[in-house]
């Protein structure tokens, strides 16, 4: 397994000392990150999701870090299998001494539980929307759980007047459950779904199916991905295979930087499902890293900061007393909404939307 150790912002470790009062040389705070580098996913990974972690800490050891420690992050590549993503999570904890560990995508998240339960140490998945995850008492989540995202899809298409959709869709659990409340939702509204079809992460061609559901002649089109590369893939054959639907509906992987680069036209009028940023935020981020984030950036970076602040409340980094402190922390004002803790680490926030108008993606709410 390939392991990249991130020391974030350690260079300024004697003058930050100094003047924020550290002792130097004191031991940081260390937290781990696993999630797949390699593949296909991890460009994305690195630049939607890690990132959003190390630009937290970053700003946080900046100022002195947490507790008058500098805070480290250690990064494991699960190569998007969960036997790797299960034993890097217990590398982490039993090697490097991590008080919570980072992660995501559905397959990779539930099995890694049991070893938080037994190891108590807080698992995070900033992005992961299985509605079972956050039914552990160890495990934090900063995003919809897919039901939500699906509804609100739904009502979107039913609000446009949209009568009948044909849905594609990566093939991963999550996302089917996301699949199912969109159709209940929009069979309950009087709608009709024509067609479905999936595809597996690593696939290059889905032509195919996008053929098939083409022949169904619906009135609009529902994409679902779980990271860009794919999304930026139907997008690309959608145009190939001559399909076109009067309204494309998407989740928000539609902002990733691989779509982007296709050209404003490739995405213009998808209204798409996504929590909002904060501008200031994104500007900051823009200037830090060259590109404009997305959602999951702010999922992590938000993940990250309440990490650090429930530290604070605590007065510890003991694992118990942090969790305790995070399903207890109330309302708590993110880059990407507000998220309200009540005694769980679900963060109860609803997703938005937002629409590719004139190549630019600005709100859209009805």
């Known amino acids: 397994m390939r392991i990249r150790l991130h020391r974030v912002a350690i260079g300024l470790a004697t003058a930050l000392a100094c003047c924020a ?11 781990g990150i696993v999630l797949p580098l390699s593949g296909n996913s991890g460009q994305y990974v690195r630049q939607y999701m890690i990132s959003g972690n190390e630009f937290a800490i970053k700003e946080t050891n900046e100022k002195g870090g947490v507790l008058g420690r500098q805070v480290q992050l250690i990064t494991e590549d699960s190569r998007y299998e969960p036997a790797g993503a299960v034993s ?21 998240s539930l099995p890694q539980i049991p070893v938080a339960e037994e190891k108590h140490v807080i698992l995070i998945a900033p992005a992961t929307e299985h509605p079972d995850f956050t039914k552990s008492r160890w495990t934090v989540r900063m995003t919809p759980t897919s039901d939500k995202s699906g509804t ?12 009948t959709a044909a849905i594609i869709s990566e093939d991963n659990e999550s996302i089917r459950l996301t699949v199912r409340a969109f159709q209940a939702e929009f069979e309950k509204a009087g709608g009709k779904v024509l067609g479905e079809e ?27 991905t779980s990271s860009g590369r794919p999304m930026a893939l139907v997008l690309k054959q959608l145009s190939e295979v001559g399909f076109k639907a009067k309204q494309i509906l998407s989740n928000h992987l ?22 909002r940023l904060d ?38 980094t003991d694992p118990e007393k942090v969790r305790d402190a995070i399903f207890n922390f109330g309302e708590y004002k993110g880059v990407i909404g507000t998220f309200r803790f009540s005694g769980s680490g679900e963060p109860n926030i609803l997703p938005s939307a937002k629409m590719i108008k004139d190549g630019q993606y600005v709100n859209y709410d009805r």
């Open 152 to 163: 609100k899809a739904a009502e979107i298409a039913s609000s446009l007047g949209l009568k």
């Open 254 to 275: 539609i902002e990733d930087k691989e779509v982007r680069a296709m050209g404003a036209t490739m995405a213009e009028g998808v209204i798409y499902t996504t929590l």
């Open 88 to 108: 890097a999570l217990r590398k982490l904890v039993d090697v490097d001494h991590v008080m919570a560990v980072y992660t995501g995508f559905t397959p990779l």
């Open 21 to 31: 009062g550290i002792a130097y040389g004191q031991e940081p705070v260390r937290l």
């Open 279 to 316: 501008p200031a935020f994104a500007q900051r981020f823009k200037a830090a890293y060259g590109y404009d984030p997305d959602s999951n950036v702010g999922k992590h970076y938000d993940a990250t900061m309440i990490l650090f602040e429930a530290m604070r409340r605590a007065g510890s």
């Open 198 to 224: 999936t595809f597996k992460t690593g696939d290059n061609d889905v032509r195919g199916q996008l053929t098939k559901l083409r022949g169904a002649r619906a009135d609009t089109l529902w994409i679902v």
